[in-house]
């Protein structure tokens, strides 16, 4: 069975998600596709400029507050971000880029662990470049791999996929045509593929 | 332990908690309270003049997808209400009215089943009378009592304290302050009540 994530870097309630999905989906014999996307140009469309959370602060005090739950029920060192939404921007794109590679999987917790337990500026290539498992010239190198138009043209095309199969927030679980959208979904996402494929 | 179970007639994911949540919370030894409200004046206060399923095409879209499997995996005869939302005013101030009393909670599944299994219109009052328990005068008679100016204040009261509560959308469970948002969250209520009461 297979399970697509699609994540955005700068979505609270992935934070737990992308630090525990992998080895759910493979402790069930599963096979996890990683999906970075952005949420800002779906949130546009919705007509919002800024995260939801922002926008509705009733919406927004209870996220922060279930989130510091999950995050202790699942054993996270969770640290509220002092700004919020971090731009995942240039993660994403390094992300999206180097897809299927072996360190990617890391390097995507490592900048949640940074945004969300380090409380660092995850837009910073500096920071970028201590989440990537490299030399510095190598993190370099990548960096700026991730920097030209084919980069920028992945991920674009990964957020216009995303709109495309009716995603609207993150995290985003999808089973072949099959949406399972929030953290709270990764069980019954799990189980619906189990038993479907 | 203690759970209150906010909730709306209109509301999709209300439906299949609705059904289930009493059994459970009584099956962990606990109590449950029913808390009727309006999602109308709380939606009015974030800007939405509908549904935000409404509102929100791929949300709704979702939504409504979701809500079938949810029902198929609750075993709950489901069909989708040809109208959306239906107008729970009546219903939710019988139930706030006559709170506490022992035919209340089959009467809040009656109406549930009225809108999302039979496809009935749950604002008329030919409707509501069916779902309650008693000969047709009877019924007559609460109706007539959950139309005074008493039960209006109740409800509203119901629903002042949701909005004091930072309550936003429904189902909602409440443990203490503790507030669980979304028919997912169920478990992690009853889970939070049993570990912290």
Redesign the interface.
Known sequence: MKIDFWFEFGSTYSYPVAMKIEKMVTEQGGHLEWKPFLLGPIFSN?GWHDSPFNI?P??G??MW??LE?ICEADGLNYKKPTSFPRNGLKAARIACLFSGEKWVPEFIRSVYAANFELDLDISLEEILKKCLPFSDEESFTKIKRANTSLAKQMLKENTDQAKKK???GAPTFMVGD?????G??LH?AIQ?AKNNQ
């Open positions: 919705q509705y009733e919406k005090k209870y507050r279930d739950r009716g995603i609207f099959e949406i399972f959208w929030g709270d979904r019954a619906w």
